[in-house]
């Protein structure tokens, strides 16, 4: 969307949380902004790219991300990194000494927490980073705040020379409103002063900056307690006053618009003498954050009565519907039943792989061995754990299906001595997070065989480039990795990496067989790209001649959605055995022709279709 | 408290929901609304479930349209617009696209696809508007207009004219490509006669 580039001054801009972050960023006179890409941070860098008055990179992992953010900020710029809350993890190692040295140009750090876990492997709430690491947390309620607090932060991390979180939710990231936007500021880096009591944290320089670091997070405190980002609104219905922050403030706002609210945007280090205050004009105090009780422990802690988790839940959006009854039993009301209908049971519909995804020919292959441990990796690829494959075993963080494979290896009985262990990693989870497991698969004579399925994109957050592909977040060329060479780098013998087309099916299912039988490490990689990416290039696609098909159903167990089911029958074998039969239909306008479910076919049903006139659409 | 109009549209993912709301927005935000419009993005591109939520009015506070709240229901599938029938609130109306998108587990027998999820609404005593936008839309030459089949189903359900709408959907495809505007344009009067019931018996 070039709008948001060209808009001009006090323009009103209909803007998601991610587009008016990326706005008030580049706005705030911005060197420098990196990130790796995590559901639901991903758009604010890819808006930002857009603007080519600053450096703007997809890093190869938030650590890094962080640490090219304070590398600019060492030298006077303003930077910015975005990032989701498990991103933070990995970047933690940088933020918790980066508080000790402090900055110098305003470094903001965006954290998306994906509360209500719409695309993530947990929920977890990053305000703790802000207690952790005696940083101070922005927390937005809307997109004009997004917006506003964005600059906001930029200033009070150069005034405090501090870091600032800027904390986002889901229900901020990916949600429109209108938003007034200015213009870019100038903003001259004032350059690096050479100062190893500041910048090298040995212990005879880190420890005297210790007593500084709390002295800072005090001078926040007091900061908090007359910052005009935290406020109070009045309410005529004093049985119940709010304490909230984030998107749960609008949840209050529209739930109890008669209450009194005291609304949190620097709600760390919390402005406990202010709270105290409102607590004191109210009957009862109930904190409404999300997701756990930081801010409630702290009130008690400060001898602050209050409410809060023990009538909210822990995990989730609080939301109007969430807050209705909580509310109404706390002040000892009937919760009304809704009027409306009730939910009806609809079967599920979990997210599947792409038409002619490449992963289906991997998964395919996988879930016809038997007696093997499959590791496995975040990225579309974990949807192989589903339906109809069932063939990935585990799934925990960035690159863990490496250590997690070495460790079955090193710690199976004689009840799995039998098994195969097999890791499957994407390739930008490999060189995110994985390419140290493989060393360490290769350094401690691992017997794992790796999987490294290469599609050229960070394919789960829209097929964004990183080093494999050897385009920029520009898509301009640049340096291009070469995964056979790094994995023979890493101590994988040569003979031991294969590279293999997934969609021949029976020279993967071989490479596979033949791997897993030789006791070392060895590395499969797949190389073929992402459908949803722009090289990707559709053939002659395929229909099932109806009268062959035999209802074998072997096609179904690709798992591929243009794939359809159309009737249903059963089958006594010469044995006696009866077999379910699956008569199927494809659905030609979905088809791109990738020949998979061709292979498995044993009748031969499955032939190229006739070409089907269409208009033809453009892809953005 | 001023009047806010919720509008929730339901579907899969890869069928256009988000285009479609953030289409119906535009044409909101051109008459001075304030509005908020918020889904669930994330791995819905994948063929999962898809909402997106669309509130306007003089000021909108949350995002979220609540249970029993939706004046208007906007179901791009059959099975999804049963999903999310319980959104609407007494008296509001939910118009439906026939059309099937049978995912995986429906395939591999796992799960039944519902026998017939407008009649299932309706039983519900819902206000339902049926017609096959994906047929419609496959008439017309490609399946993607069924997105602007549906726009034109809702334009007569909306607290403006349904114009607004239309040309909102038409400045998408700008002076560049006439023949996609006429396309859109035809799908989006299809989609408006589809409610009215004159394209029914077709």
């Known amino acids: 969307m070039s709008a948001i580039q060209s808009a001009p001054a006090a323009a009103r801009m209909f803007l998601s949380g991610n587009d008016a972050v990326a706005r008030a960023v580049w706005e705030a006179g911005t060197r420098v902004a990196a990130a790796y890409p995590g559901t639901p941070s991903t758009e604010i860098l890819e808006v930002l790219s857009r603007y080519r008055d600053l450096h703007t990179e997809w890093s190869i992992n938030e650590k890094v991300a962080l640490e090219v953010a304070l590398g600019a900020s060492m030298v006077g710029a303003r930077a910015f990194c975005a990032m989701k809350h498990v991103g933070l993890n990995v970047a933690s190692d940088a933020l918790m000494t980066m508080t000790v040295t402090g900055t110098e140009g305003g470094l903001v750090i965006a954290v998306a927490d994906d509360v209500g876990m719409s695309s993530s492997q947990n929920e977890q709430d990053s305000r703790y980073w802000g207690r952790f690491a005696h940083v101070p947390v922005l927390e937005p309620a809307d997109s004009q705040e997004a917006y506003t607090m964005t600059l906001a932060a930029f200033e009070l991390s150069e005034r405090f020379k501090t870091p600032v979180i800027l904390r986002l939710t889901t229900r901020i990231c990916h949600v429109k409103g209108v938003v007034q936007t200015g213009e870019r500021q100038a903003f001259e880096p004032t350059g690096f002063v050479k100062d190893p009591r500041h910048w090298v944290m040995v212990p005879g320089n880190a420890k005297p900056r210790l007593p500084l670091m709390f002295a800072r997070e005090a001078a926040v405190r007091a900061e908090a307690e007359v910052s005009p980002l935290n406020m109070q609104i009045d309410g005529s219905d004093r049985r119940i006053g709010f304490i909230t922050s984030g998107p749960a403030f609008m949840h209050v706002r529209e739930a109890f618009p008669d209450s009194p609210v005291f609304k949190l945007g620097l709600s760390c280090p919390a402005p406990l003498e202010s709270l105290g205050r409102f607590a004191a004009t109210v009957d009862s105090v109930l904190v409404v954050e999300e997701t756990e009780p930081l801010l409630e422990t702290e009130l008690k802690a400060a001898g602050i009565a209050c409410h809060g988790k023990d009538v909210l839940p822990r995990i989730g959006e609080l939301a109007p519907d969430v807050l209705e009854p909580a509310v109404a039993r706390l002040r000892g009301e009937i919760v009304a039943e809704p009027e409306h209908v009730v939910p009806q049971q609809v079967f599920p519909r979990p997210p599947t792989m792409c038409v002619a995804c490449p992963h289906l020919g991997v998964y395919y292959t996988l879930s016809q061995m038997r007696n093997v441990l499959i590791s496995g990796d975040i990225g579309c690829y974990t949807l192989g754990a589903g339906h109809p494959w069932n063939a990935l075993d585990t799934c925990i963080s960035m690159g863990a299906s490496m250590g997690m494979a070495l460790g079955m290896d090193k710690g199976r009985g004689k009840v799995d001595a039998n098994k195969k262990v097999v890791a499957v990693i994407g390739d930008s989870t490999f060189m995110h997070m994985g390419m140290q497991g493989l060393l360490d698969i290769t350094w401690n004579r691992g017997n794992v065989t790796v999987l490294l399925l290469d599609n050229r994109a960070v394919g789960m957050t829209g097929g964004q480039d990183n080093p494999g592909t050897g385009r920029d977040i520009h898509g301009e060329e640049t340096a291009r990795v070469d995964f056979a060479k790094i994995c023979e780098a890493l101590g994988v013998k040569k003979d031991r990496i294969r590279v293999v087309d997934p969609y021949q099916l029976p020279v993967l299912f071989k490479a596979l067989r033949e791997e897993t039988k030789i006791e070392e490490p060895s590395v499969i990689i797949t190389d073929r790209p992402c459908v949803l990416i722009d090289h990707y290039k559709p053939t002659k696609s395929y229909m099932v001649m109806e009268d062959r098909c035999t209802g074998c159903g072997n096609c179904v167990e690709v798992g591929c959605p243009a794939i359809h089911v159309t009737r249903r029958g059963k089958e006594v074998k010469a044995s006696g055995k009866e077999v379910d039969l699956s008569f199927v239909r494809i659905e030609t306008s979905a088809c791109t022709g990738c020949g998979l479910c061709v292979q498995p076919c044993a009748p031969e049903a499955i032939v190229h279709a006739e070409p089907v006139q269409t208009i033809q659409f453009v892809r953005k | ?202």
């Open chain 2, 1 to 202: 408290m001023s009047k806010i109009t919720n509008i929730l549209v339901c579907g899969v993912g890869g069928q256009g929901v988000m285009t479609a709301t953030e289409i119906l927005a535009e044409a909101a935000i051109s008459l001075g609304f304030d509005l908020k419009k918020t889904e669930v993005a994330g791995m819905s591109q994948r063929g999962g479930v898809v909402t997106s939520h669309l509130r306007f009015g003089t000021v909108v506070l949350s995002p979220q349209i609540l249970p029993g709240e939706a004046d208007l229901l906007v179901g791009f599938e059959a099975a999804e617009a049963l999903r999310w029938g319980h959104m609407l609130r007494p008296g509001g109306v939910a118009l439906v696209n026939v059309g099937r998108i049978v995912p995986p587990v429906v395939n591999i027998g796992l799960f039944d696809y519902p026998a017939d999820p407008v009649a299932e609404m309706r039983a519900l005593g819902l206000t339902v508007h049926a017609f096959d936008a994906t047929s419609l839309a496959v008439e017309l030459g490609n399946i993607r207009l069924g997105n602007t089949v549906m726009l034109g189903a809702s334009s007569d359900r909306l607290p403006f004219p349904a114009e607004v709408l239309r040309d909102a959907v038409l400045a998408r495809f700008g002076t560049r490509k006439p023949d996609l505007v006429e396309a859109n344009r035809a799908a989006f009067e299809l989609g408006r006669r589809a409610v009215a019931g004159e394209a029914l018996a077709a």
